[in-house]
């Protein structure tokens, strides 16, 4: 896997199992080495060979933001290039951006005229939470995805030591979303989330914040002592909270793939 020293505000596009060809937007990109959340493109191992779209100090105004999607998308669209879809996402939470809500009808209505098939996709870690709009701010995409994989405040200390944002604080903010998707990653290890026990507080709340879908994945390899789940303990996961909650569940591969 390759990193890069920063990450540009448009990068991709990459294969995805679950949303196909990506188009990736980072309304809050780092100069950090590597990833607070371990993103998508890391994973693909595409982040220091994609070409940067923008290079900010800083948090970058939402005129750049938009301005740089939209080169990426006429340029894409003018080549005959094919994305399926458009992802606000990146190596911070985008929802730590306070003009969330400007950027994010911005490139609705830029996916709208070139590229009106593709899904408008909001993937969050659940770091920031600190748009201000964030309701409204989800009611523009076609799947505002949340991560979500602690029953209770002690497995979050545990999973986000220092995390700026206090367990209740994130259950709160994403109980208010309509639509929400919830997506859970399960380890087992050092760090576990999968046992019995801590499964059957995590569907309580995942019934109680009544999502439109909830995917399930785990991570590849094993890192720091904390090992993935099988598949078969997946598909387990996937059928109890189909039971319990009534709600769709889909299990989702991390695999991710350059594109070109």
């Known amino acids: 896997m390759s990193t890069a020293p920063y990450h540009a505000i448009v990068y991709g596009p990459i294969k995805l199992p679950r949303l196909g060809i990506t188009l ?11 990833c607070a959340s371990d993103c998508v493109y890391c994973k693909a191992g595409v982040a220091a060979s994609v070409p940067i779209i923008s290079r900010i100090k ?6 750049v933001v938009v ?27 985008p929802t730590g951006h306070g003009h969330l ?18 899904d408008l996709v909001l993937l969050s870690e ?9 309701r409204a701010v ?17 497995t979050y200390e545990t999973f986000r030591p220092g995390a700026e944002l206090e367990y209740k604080t994130v259950f709160e903010r994403l109980a ?29 709340k995942v019934e109680e914040l009544r999502p439109r879908e909830v995917h399930i994945t785990t991570p590849e390899g094993t890192r720091k002592g904390v090992k993935p789940v ?19 569940t889909v299990v989702v591969a991390e695999t991710a793939q350059a594109v070109g």
């Open 101 to 118: 809500l400007e950027i994010s009808e911005n490139l609705r209505d830029l996916r709208n005229k070139w590229f009106p098939k593709a």
């Open 58 to 63: 800083g948090l970058p105004s939402s005129g």
């Open 24 to 34: 990736g937007v980072n309304p809050v990109p780092t100069q950090r080495e590597g």
């Open 138 to 154: 989800c009611t523009i995409y076609d799947e505002p995805v949340f991560r979500f994989d602690w029953g209770t405040a002690k």
């Open 126 to 134: 659940s770091r920031a939470l600190s748009c201000p709009e964030l």
């Open 230 to 248: 099988s598949a078969s303990r997946l598909e387990e996961i996937a059928a109890k909270v189909t039971e319990r909650t009534g709600t769709a």
């Open 176 to 204: 208010q979303i309509d639509r929400v998707i919830l997506q859970a990653s399960f380890v087992q290890g050092a760090l576990d989330n999968s046992s019995d026990k801590e499964l059957a507080v995590w569907l309580k």
């Open 67 to 93: 301005t740089s999607a939209a080169r990426k998308l006429i340029e894409m669209q003018r080549a005959g290039e094919k994305i399926e879809t458009l992802a606000v996402t990146g190596d911070m939470d």
